[in-house]
C-alpha cells in the first residue's frame, strides 16, 4: 500500500509535465468558444464588415466624383491632366489618395473590435466567470494571452476581408477611368489590406488591456472611444497653441499613429510608416503591460 502510494506521488508531475504542452491549446479554445457563444457575436461582426464595405464603397464613389469633376472643369480650359498629375495636385493627408481605399472604412471596425475586446473581458468580471477562469488558469496571464491572441486574429482577418472587398467595388467604381490605371498592383495598396489588420489587432489588444485595469464594461468602452477619437479631436486643437511643440503632439496619438501607420511613403511635418507603427506599438505596451502586472496580483 504505501510503496503504491508513494509511485503515485512520484509521477503525478510527470503526468502534469506531459499535459502541460497542451493547456494552452487547450485554453485557447476554450476562449474561442467564449468569444463565439453568443450569437450576437456573430450578427454584430457581420454588420460591421458591412458598415465598413458601405463606407469605404461611398468612400470610393466620393472621390470618383470628386477626380471627375475636376476632370471636368480642367477640360472646359482645354486642359486634359493626367491621373499622375491629379493625384500629386493633393494636399498631403487629403484623404482622396487611392492607395487607402481599402482602409477606408476601417475605423468602424477599430471601434468595434476595440468594444469587443473589451467585453470579452469585463463581461466574466461582471458576471463572476473570471474567477473559474482564474482558478483553472492559476498563472493568469496564459489568459490574457488567449484572448489577445483571438482578438488579433479575429480583428486581423475581419479587416483583411473587409480591405479586399471595398477595394474590389472601387475597382468597379473606377473602371470609366483607366488613365488611374488602379489596380492591386497600385503602389501601397497591397500594404493597406494587409497592415490594416494590424491596427485593428493592435485597438483590440488595447481595449482587452482597459478591461483588464478597469473592470468595468461601461468605462473601458468609454475610455477606449476617448483615445481613440475624443484625443484625436482635442489635438487639433494643440494645433492652435502657439509653439512647434504642439503641432507635433497630435501625431503620437493613437488614432493619428494608426493612420500613418497605413500610409506610405515620407510627408513633411508627419511621421514616418515605419515611426508611426512603432508609436502604435507603443500604445500597446504602455496598457498591456500595466494591465498584466494588475492581474497577476490582484483578487478577481
Avoid at 103 to 120: D, K, P, R, T
Avoid at 155 to 161: E, K, M
Avoid at 181 to 186: K, P
Wanted: aromatic share 10%; glycine share 10%; proline share 4%.
Amino acid at each position: 500500500m504505501s510503496t503504491q502510494t508513494l509511485n503515485t506521488t512520484q509521477t503525478a508531475p510527470a503526468q502534469g509535465a506531459t499535459t502541460g504542452n497542451w493547456s494552452f491549446l487547450g485554453l485557447l479554445r476554450s476562449e474561442w468558444i467564449k468569444f463565439w457563444s453568443l450569437r450576437s457575436t456573430i450578427w454584430l461582426l457581420a454588420c460591421t464588415t458591412v458598415a465598413a464595405v458601405g463606407i469605404g464603397t461611398l468612400s470610393a464613389w466620393v472621390r470618383h466624383t470628386f477626380f471627375q469633376q475636376m476632370i471636368d472643369m480642367a477640360t472646359e480650359h482645354g486642359a486634359k491632366p493626367t491621373a499622375t498629375e491629379l493625384q500629386a495636385n493633393l494636399p498631403a493627408g487629403s484623404g482622396f489618395e487611392l492607395y487607402n481605399l481599402p482602409n477606408a472604412g476601417l475605423q468602424i471596425a477599430v471601434l468595434v473590435l476595440g468594444s469587443l475586446a473589451v467585453l470579452f473581458l469585463s463581461s466574466e468580471f461582471a458576471t463572476g466567470m473570471i474567477r473559474s477562469t482564474m482558478s483553472a488558469t492559476p498563472k493568469r496571464l496564459p489568459v490574457f494571452a488567449a484572448k489577445a491572441i483571438i482578438l488579433a486574429v479575429i480583428g486581423y482577418v475581419l479587416a483583411t476581408v473587409t480591405g479586399v472587398i471595398t477595394f474590389l467595388i472601387s475597382l468597379a467604381i473606377f473602371s470609366d477611368m483607366p488613365e488611374f490605371n488602379l489596380g492591386w498592383d497600385t503602389d501601397g495598396v497591397l500594404q493597406g489590406v494587409f497592415t490594416g489588420g494590424l491596427y485593428v489587432a493592435a485597438v483590440a489588444i488595447i481595449g482587452l488591456s482597459l478591461a483588464a485595469l478597469l473592470k468595468s464594461s461601461a468605462g473601458g468602452v468609454t475610455v477606449l472611444v476617448a483615445l481613440l477619437f475624443v484625443l484625436d479631436f482635442a489635438g487639433t486643437f494643440l494645433q492652435l497653441v502657439p509653439g512647434e511643440f504642439w503641432k507635433y503632439v497630435p501625431q503620437y496619438l493613437p488614432s493619428q499613429a494608426g493612420g500613418r501607420f497605413l500610409a506610405i511613403g515620407h510627408v513633411d511635418g508627419m511621421l514616418d510608416p515605419g515611426i508611426a507603427g512603432l508609436v502604435l506599438l507603443g500604445w500597446v505596451l504602455l496598457l498591456a503591460i500595466p494591465a498584466l502586472v494588475v492581474l497577476k496580483k490582484r483578487d478577481v
